[in-house]
């Protein structure tokens, strides 16, 4: 990073809508891009500078659009291509960018590529995906017969047998999300043709699903590795194999040779990647080996479990520290990181880190905002994150909708886990958690839909939705446009460098950014206690209070939940 031509996204704020749940134009109870461009002020309002639409191409909907069966079009469901255009005109002309995902680590298995590759051995794409016969000495289908011994991100095994042809196809997420053979050139081509199809339209770059496991490490004869054991599964881990693997970099060098050159400058290239190490995501961000411009990684959302992101565990927050501390160290002088809380699969943030209940809901909400946004990054409002919205209730099982959820309650209580612990967890860490329908007012439905709801809207929409915020300096909306506008305004807090304070506090999160001779300090307690100022910081008296999250009663204490923002050098 140049500080002197500092890159425009340093500092941009991105919004991510889930369309599904943001807002429905037709009355279907499904949120589409009529939706969405009714919905464009609230965004304008905000002042976000580019909006993240999670998949609106066709789709069968096993993963909510994350199974893609056309990457060239708009599923019936969301709109059409020509409301996809009307968005990006609509956005472009209120200075906003459109980043499409893209979802290319694999397709729907009701993509025409991999009906193709299932209908023969002999097809022309059956090497499109990864066909592996079943274990030596195995009949297919038997137990264990499956190539490798991989858990899928979504339970049970990643390998599926296609009775027909004998042979089992590989997917790391669920049995209809087959995963692309990123070996075969033909394969990255097509994709590289699709991207500059998108960009031609006028889209402004891309967030890559989980573009870290595109390269698996494939041996020269074709052969694949078990991983080690899985504690209580019958499964191995798959991680070595398929995380950053032997050919990722490459890969994605050649894609921004084929895809971004000439173009790069206005673009935006966010690379997910899960398990990324910061060792990873420095050479995946340094400008100079054209990758990507940031990575989305998951370390500091992987601290609140042991294992399984369904054995939840409270979050110590001195483990946020030395996790947040090391990605900014590690990426200060070359890379950038993506700052987020909430996204459509995580848990709701108010009530994951911060204190959901009405006396502290907003003022947690708002102090997490703060400490988030005043790192060094790019940070990430998932849509309801600018409301302060909480997780939901779930009464049973029949309430949940997502495909990773049902897989785990399946598979758990089939290896004997008892149901109502296997309920308990799912409540608390569901990704249908942050995808209940935006609640945009008081309304029956928060003013979602005209029609039934395709999850149920969160029984709190009463008085947490957006039109109550709207007029109130005091909301978690205001404080998140305080937010956004500092940023824009202030190089210290696009670029300043990053130092860590109290890195053994249990309570209170303190850092200080600094740029060309100004510091700003930071201080925000992450709990419902007090703190005195003096006690904690006594080199760090005064300062003019640039921005905070309560009207300041006594400078010299810290009250539960407070955050604050002031220049002191
Ligand atoms: C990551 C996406 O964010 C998630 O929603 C999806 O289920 C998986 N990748 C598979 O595409």
Redesign the pocket.
């Known amino acids: 990073m140049t500080p002197e031509q500092p890159p425009w996204w340093t500092r941009a704020v991105v919004y991510q809508i889930y369309p599904r749940s943001f807002m429905d134009s037709d009355g279907d109870g499904i949120g589409d891009l009529g939706g969405v461009l009714q919905r464009l002020d609230h965004l304008s309002d905000l002042g976000v500078d580019v909006l993240w639409l999670s998949p609106v191409y066709p789709s069968p909907q096993a993963?909510n659009g994350?199974d893609i069966s056309d990457y060239q079009d708009v599923d019936p469901l969301f709109g059409s291509l020509a409301q996809l255009d009307e968005l990006i005109a609509e956005l472009h002309g209120r200075g906003m960018k459109l980043v499409m995902d893209l979802?290319v680590?694999?397709t729907s298995d009701q993509h025409p590529w991999f009906r193709e590759s299932r209908s023969s051995p002999d097809s022309p794409k059956r090497d499109w995906y990864w066909w592996r016969p079943p274990r030596a000495g195995l009949p297919a289908g038997a137990p264990g017969a499956e190539p490798t011994n991989w858990h899928s991100?979504f339970s049970g095994p990643t390998w599926t047998l296609d009775e027909a042809g004998g042979e089992y196809f590989l997917h790391l997420?669920d049995r209809r999300?087959p995963d692309l053979n990123w070996e075969n050139p033909e394969v990255r081509h097509a994709v590289y043709a699709m991207m500059r199809w998108w960009l031609d339209r006028g889209v402004d770059g891309f967030r890559m699903?989980?573009i870290n496991l595109i390269s698996k490490d494939v041996g020269p004869d074709g052969e694949l590795r078990d991983g080690p054991p899985l504690p209580g599964l019958p499964y191995g881990d798959a991680t070595t194999s398929v995380v950053c693997g032997p050919r990722s970099h490459e890969f994605l060098q050649e894609m921004h040779r084929e895809v971004f050159d000439g173009r790069r400058e206005s673009l935006l290239l966010v690379g997910?990647m899960p398990g990324v190490t910061v060792e990873e995501a420095r050479l995946f961000t340094d400008p100079a080996r054209a990758e990507v411009d940031m990575v989305f990684q998951f370390e500091h959302v992987g601290l609140d479990f042991t294992g399984s992101k369904f054995s939840p565990r409270p979050l110590r927050l001195t483990d946020l520290k030395a996790s947040f501390g090391r990605w900014q160290a590690g990426l200060a002088d070359v890379g950038w990181n993506s700052l987020y809380w909430d996204?459509?699969?995580q848990p709701r943030a108010v009530s994951r880190f911060g204190d959901d209940s009405p006396r502290y809901r907003r003022d947690s909400a708002t102090c997490l905002a703060t400490l988030l946004h005043l790192h060094r990054g790019t940070p990430y409002v998932y849509q309801g994150e600018e409301l302060g919205m909480a997780n939901t209730r779930f009464d049973g099982l029949d309430d949940f909708r997502d495909v990773?959820s049902l897989n785990h309650h399946a598979q758990a209580v089939a290896h004997g886990e008892d149901p109502d612990t296997v309920l308990a967890a799912m409540r608390r860490m569901s990704?249908d958690n942050a995808r209940t329908p935006v609640q945009w007012d008081a309304g029956p439905t928060a003013g979602f839909t005209t029609g039934t709801p395709w999850i149920a809207v969160n029984p709190d929409a009463a008085e947490w939705n957006a039109a109550a915020q709207r007029d109130d300096p005091h909301s978690v909306l205001a404080h998140h446009r305080r937010l956004v506008a500092l940023r824009h305004a202030d190089p210290v807090v696009a670029l300043g460098d990053f130092t860590m304070l109290l890195p053994h506090h249990e309570s209170v999160y303190a850092f200080t950014r600094s740029l060309d001779g100004s510091t700003l300090l930071v201080v925000c307690n992450v709990s419902a206690h007090e703190y005195r100022l003096g006690e904690l910081l006594p080199e760090m008296g005064g300062g003019e209070l640039v921005l905070g999250n309560l009207a300041v009663e006594d400078p010299a204490v810290l009250r539960p939940w407070e955050a604050r923002v002031l220049r002191v050098g």
């Open positions: 993963d994350y979802v680590n694999h991100f997420f999300q699903d989980v997910e996204n459509h699969d990773e990704r």
